[in-house]
């Protein structure tokens, strides 16, 4: 995508500097692609379906040079698996992010876990970035925990899927 320059702009800016075309003045702006946020559940309820969430999550981190992905699972607490999930072996991966991930299998907490993740310095990745979430939406925590974290979510994520 080529940058085009709107010339008559250009003339109107250029009259504070004498008529001397100083600074290019853009008409479109610069296109980067967004930050991806992945969350995946990996509570008793999902069990069946984590191991298919994780390898799809594993192969999104390993597709560094496109976007720069983050990858987190919950169950009661949040745990970040970008580095873990990361490595070249599916196998080792997936072993590595089962021992990391404590809480595996028990309780959901999704409002808990939405909100830790805003907390975190891991926060700042969510600012603007496309956010997908893994899950059947089962949760432990009263509604309401639920819908503050997704408005505070919303506000700060681009998209959420």
Same mark, same amino acid.
């Given at each position: 995508?080529g940058?085009r @320059?709107?010339?008559?702009?250009?003339?109107?800016?250029?009259?504070t500097t004498?008529? =001397?075309?100083? $600074?290019? *003045?853009?008409?479109?702006?610069?296109r /980067? &692609?967004r930050? *991806?946020?992945? !969350?995946?559940?990996?509570?008793?309820?999902? =069990?069946?379906?984590?191991? @298919?969430? !994780?390898?799809?999550? /594993?192969?999104?981190?390993? /597709?560094?040079?496109?976007f720069a992905?983050e990858?987190?699972?919950?169950?009661?607490s949040?745990?970040r !698996?970008?580095p873990? !999930?990361?490595?070249?072996?599916?196998?080792?991966?997936l072993? $590595?992010a089962?021992?990391?991930?404590t809480d595996?299998? %028990?309780?959901?907490h999704? %409002?808990r876990s939405?909100?830790?993740m805003l907390?975190?310095?891991?926060?700042?990745a969510l /600012?603007?970035?496309?956010? @997908?979430?893994?899950?059947? %939406?089962?949760?432990?925590? &009263? &509604?309401? *925990?639920?819908?503050r974290?997704?408005?505070?979510?919303r506000r700060r994520?681009?998209? @959420?899927?």
């Amino acid at each position: 995508h080529g940058t085009r @320059i709107d010339l008559r702009h250009t003339m109107r800016a250029s009259r504070t500097t004498g008529f =001397q075309t100083v $600074r290019l *003045v853009r008409s479109r702006v610069r296109r /980067r &692609p967004r930050r *991806v946020v992945l !969350l995946c559940d990996v509570s008793r309820s999902m =069990q069946p379906y984590a191991t @298919i969430y !994780l390898h799809l999550m /594993r192969a999104a981190a390993l /597709r560094r040079t496109t976007f720069a992905p983050e990858v987190f699972a919950f169950a009661t607490s949040l745990t970040r !698996l970008t580095p873990v !999930l990361s490595h070249r072996s599916a196998e080792i991966a997936l072993a $590595r992010a089962n021992e990391k991930v404590t809480d595996r299998y %028990g309780g959901t907490h999704l %409002g808990r876990s939405v909100a830790a993740m805003l907390r975190t310095p891991h926060g700042s990745a969510l /600012r603007g970035a496309v956010v @997908i979430v893994a899950s059947d %939406g089962w949760d432990s925590d &009263p &509604p309401e *925990v639920l819908d503050r974290a997704m408005a505070r979510l919303r506000r700060r994520a681009a998209l @959420i899927v």
